[in-house]
Every structure is written in structure tokens, then in C-alpha cells.
């Protein structure tokens, strides 16, 4: 069978492949372009396939308005409106042709999280690879389509979204023409708790929607998105800054540059672990073979003499027969005359 595979800027994402890892930008620039330039940069060093932006406005992804309906109650950003919270957090659209530019020098691919169709011509007009459809907006099925259109790659976050709600998005973008299309299993909050994400959706995913499937993860280290490499994930997106305690919006649940790199090292050693099913000896085995319990004379013995319990035992090194012909053995005749410390073999006995 033929594994489910998207290809983005010549890179094949699918389980037979290292994991994908994206660097999520975010609000991480916290204000200044030569922050997120930075992050690129630390992005790539780090060993990331990718960085993510966000690209919206305020009002293009909410209402200036207070009404309760529009204010944040409990959780990182409790009491600002969302208003005050996207126009803080925004990537600037003017920013956008720079971090390109700067993540195409330095060799690290760059696309982004479009939040309305503005949004996905201004990305189509910098030449972006692919697209990733955040887990808020997993509901709107028209910006899915108009994105499908763009012919590019696809990649759908599902948090909060149920088995249908998931179909319909899928289906939404297959209708409009998406060839390639992804899906991260998603937990949104912010940060969310390692029991929350409950890793066993995953390998249902890959088996109820027949796509190439990774994690979005929120958790504040690097146990969750590794796991989920071992049940088939084949993307892990981590929001990732210079600093967590910079103080912007999503500082404090991302991963520092260190921390970037121990993902990007660890989740393609838990994918090179996984392997396949074999129960040969392995490379790394065979100069150990010989330390292998086998059977050993353990006194003299003249030829033609019957082999008796206290004559033989098992022990290290492997040289001599297994173990499990010693009842065998017992009763059988040495051929030759033996010292103590030989390995008992075909040769020796009959």
C-alpha cells in the first residue's frame, strides 16, 4: 500500500520520512522585525524544516468592539478584548516579503497561517509553498476552499474539532481542488496539559481520514510531540521564541532555541527507533554473540567416556553448543580426549 505523502518545497513529509518539524513564529516577535528575523535564523540553526507565520490584521479576524461577547474570561489572556489582543500580536503584513526573503537565504522553508482571503493573496503574491489552516478557523470551510484553490499544499489543525467538523474540512478542501493535504491532531490550549492530548487519535487519524497526520503541540516541553513520532505522527508544529520570559503573548509556552534543537534531534532519533518489525540480530549485536551462554566441559575427560551431569555446564562465552541440547547431551560419548574449559560440539561427542 502506498503511504500518503505531501511534498513541500521538494521535502517528502509521510511516515516513512524524518518527522517535519515547524517553527510557529506566532506573536513571538513581540513588535520588532529584527526579532522575528532572528528567529528564523535561530529557527535554522536549531535543525527546523520550517518556520510559520501568522498573517492576519485585527480586523480581518475580529471586531473592535467590548461587548462581553468580545472579551477573553480566564486563562493567559483573561480581560483584553480580542481586538487588543490580535492588533498586539500581528505580524505585520509589511514584514512579510523581508522573513521571506531572509528564510529563503538562509535555506529554511516559510509559509504561513492565512486567517482570510486578503490574507492568502498577499501570501500567494510572495510565492508561499503551502498553507496551514489553524485550528480556529478549521470551521470556515469558505477560507478552506479558497485556499485549496491556490493549488498548494494544505496542512488543517483540528483542535477542538470532532470527528465530522474534521471530514467536513477535508472534504471542503478536496471539493476545491486540494491534491495535498495534511492534518495535525490538536489540543488548543494554551499552554495544554500532556493528559489532554490523548496521542492514541493519532494512529485513528492516519486510519479514519487516510492522510499524511502530525500534532500541533501546546505542552511546554518536548515528551508529547516525540511520543507522538512512535504513533505515526509525520509533522510536529511547536510554537518557538528567543526567550520565553520576553513577555509577548505566546512567549511563555514556546520552545527556546536549545530546546528547538533537542526537538528536531530527538523526534528523528524516535523515528529512526521505530524501524521496522525485525527479530534478526541486529548490526549492532553481532560482536556480541559471543558472550552468549553455551555448553562447557567443566573437568577432563578421556575418550570413549560417558558425559555425565557434573561434566558439563552452561556458561559464558557462546562458543559452545546452546543450552538447550544439554539433556541431549547427557549419556552421549566423548569422541576425543577433553580438557575442562572446552566447548562442547558436534566434533567432540556423539
Same mark, same amino acid.
Given at each position: ?34 526579532? /522575528? ?5 535561530? +529557527?535554522?540553526? %536549531?535543525?527546523?524544516? &520550517?518556520?510559520? *507565520? ?8 475580529? !471586531?473592535? =468592539? ?15 478584548? *480580542? ?35 486578503? +490574507?492568502?493573496?498577499? *501570501?500567494?503574491?510572495?510565492? /508561499? ?31 477542538? %474539532? ?6 467536513? +474540512? ?7 481542488? =486540494?491534491?495535498? !493535504?495534511?492534518?495535525?491532531? =490538536?489540543? #488548543? ?21 487516510? !492522510? ?60 529512526? &527507533? ?52 544439554? #539433556? ?23
Amino acid at each position: 500500500m502506498t503511504l500518503p505523502f505531501i511534498e513541500i518545497n521538494g521535502r517528502t513529509i509521510a511516515a516513512d520520512q524524518p518527522p517535519y518539524v515547524i517553527a510557529e513564529i506566532s506573536a513571538n516577535h513581540n513588535g520588532k522585525l529584527e526579532t /522575528a528575523l532572528r528567529i528564523i535564523e535561530e +529557527a535554522k540553526k %536549531a535543525g527546523a524544516d &520550517a518556520v510559520k *507565520l501568522q498573517t492576519y490584521r485585527p480586523d480581518t479576524i475580529t !471586531l473592535d =468592539c467590548d461587548s462581553d461577547d468580545f472579551k477573553i474570561k480566564g486563562g493567559l489572556w483573561d480581560g483584553r478584548t *480580542l481586538y487588543e489582543l490580535y492588533e498586539e500580536a500581528h505580524m505585520p503584513w509589511e514584514w512579510h516579503a523581508p522573513l521571506f526573503a531572509r528564510a529563503r537565504e538562509l535555506g529554511i522553508t516559510i509559509f504561513s497561517s492565512p486567517f482570510d482571503t486578503t +490574507a492568502v493573496d498577499l *501570501l500567494e503574491s510572495l510565492g /508561499a509553498p503551502a498553507y496551514k489552516i489553524a485550528s480556529f478557523e478549521a470551521v470556515d470551510l469558505p477560507l478552506i476552499e479558497y485556499v485549496a484553490k491556490t493549488g498548494k499544499p494544505m496542512i488543517i489543525s483540528t483542535g477542538m %474539532a470532532d470527528a465530522e467538523e474534521i471530514q467536513e +474540512a477535508i472534504d471542503a478542501a478536496r471539493g476545491a481542488g =486540494c491534491r495535498q !493535504l495534511a492534518i495535525l491532531h =490538536c489540543v #488548543s490550549g494554551y499552554p495544554a496539559p500532556a493528559e489532554d492530548y490523548n496521542l492514541r487519535t493519532i494512529p485513528d487519524m492516519i486510519e479514519r481520514f487516510g !492522510l499524511v497526520t502530525g500534532l500541533s503541540d501546546h505542552t511546554l516541553d518536548n515528551t508529547t510531540a516525540i511520543t507522538s513520532v512512535a504513533l505515526g505522527a509525520s509533522l510536529i508544529e511547536k510554537h518557538f521564541t528567543l526567550d520565553r520570559s520576553g513577555g509577548g503573548p505566546d512567549d511563555s509556552f514556546s520552545l527556546e532555541p536549545k530546546e528547538l534543537a533537542e526537538l528536531c534531534r530527538d523526534s528523528k532519533t524516535a523515528w529512526s &527507533a521505530m524501524g521496522n518489525v525485525n527479530y534478526g540480530r541486529k548490526s549492532s549485536e553481532q560482536g556480541n554473540a559471543q558472550f552468549r551462554r553455551s555448553l562447557y566441559f567443566v573437568k577432563d575427560i578421556k575418550a570413549g567416556e560417558v558425559i555425565t551431569e557434573d561434566a558439563v555446564r552452561s556458561v559464558r562465552p557462546g562458543f559452545g553448543m546452546p543450552p538447550k541440547y544439554l #539433556s541431549s547431551i547427557l549419556g552421549s560419548v566423548v569422541t576425543i580426549d577433553v580438557k575442562a574449559g572446552t566447548p562442547i560440539s558436534r566434533d567432540n561427542i556423539r
